[in-house]
Nanobody, 112 residues
Framework: QVQLVESGGGLVQAGGSLRLSCAASGRTFSLYAMGWFRQAPGKEREFVARITWSGGRTLYVDSVKGRFTISRDNAKNTVYLQMNSLKPEDTAVYYC?????WGQGTQVTVSS
């Protein structure tokens, strides 16, 4: 069983920054790609970013390119999402994902 626990969400003004963390249990973290998704009120959950098992490749949804950076530390079983230049439309619950597993989510609210 794998547990994913997100942290780092909060309330920030537009233009500000937050760094989300997702700590994973288990000994297989370094074998899998990891991702971040988000779900805004009244909307479907959408893909945000993905990183390969080694960290060598990343992928982003167009709306966050140049503002968000996904990274991972396999020694700490943790994946990060650095979010800069935040916009009100980034407001959502952010979820960490590994194939077959979801975290509980962390709320990010960006005020205008």
């Amino acid at each position: 069983q794998v547990q994913l626990v997100e942290s780092g969400g909060g309330l920030v003004q537009a233009g500000g920054s937050l760094r989300l963390s997702c700590a994973a249990s288990g000994r297989t973290f370094s074998l899998y790609a990891m991702g971040w998704f988000r779900q805004a009120p009244g909307k479907e959950r959408e893909f945000v970013a993905r990183i390969t098992w080694s960290g060598g490749r990343t992928l982003y949804v167009d709306s966050v390119k140049g503002r968000f950076t996904i990274s991972r530390d396999n020694a700490k079983n943790t994946v990060y999402l650095q979010m800069n230049s935040l916009k009100p439309e980034d407001t959502a619950v952010y979820y960490c994902y590994r194939i077959g597993y979801w975290g509980q989510g962390t709320q990010v609210t960006v005020s205008s």
